[in-house]
């Protein structure tokens, strides 16, 4: 299984951009059955949890960023999503994608968000 995250860049404050996580070789029966998260780590700091859409379909947020970030996903392309608005210099950090299939724990390669003020 591979995670391809992709659609970071560099954007001005208030700002949107949309990531995309795409999930190859993974099973789609697994993939729609999995917890899928976005994480971000600002430099200097630790990866931090930003976004999740659990199993039963319950979706939550870190507080920085309800109310701009939106997760979705796509079963029949497997690919997960984060939808960010109204972006701040605080956003600013390398966005992973993570799919936890039961025991198991994927994350993508990272995609780099950079927001100017």
């Known amino acids: 299984v591979q995670l391809q995250a992709s659609g970071g860049g560099s954007v001005q404050a208030g700002g949107s951009l949309k990531l995309s996580c795409k999930a190859s070789?993974?099973?789609?029966?697994?993939?729609?059955?999995?917890?899928l998260g976005w994480y971000r780590q600002a430099p200097g700091k630790q990866r931090e949890f930003v976004a999740e859409?659990?199993?039963?379909?319950?979706?939550n947020y870190q507080t920085s960023v309800k109310g701009r970030f939106t997760i979705s996903k796509d079963n029949s392309r497997k690919t997960v999503y984060l939808t960010m608005n109204s972006l701040e210099p605080e956003d600013t950090a390398v966005y992973y994608c993570?799919?936890?299939?039961?025991?198991?724990?994927?994350w993508g390669q990272g995609t780099v968000v950079t927001v100017s003020s």
């Open positions: 859409l659990t199993t039963s379909g319950t979706i």
């Open positions: 993570n799919i936890e299939d039961g025991s198991r724990h994927y």
């Open positions: 070789g993974m099973i789609w029966s697994v993939f729609t059955a999995s917890r």
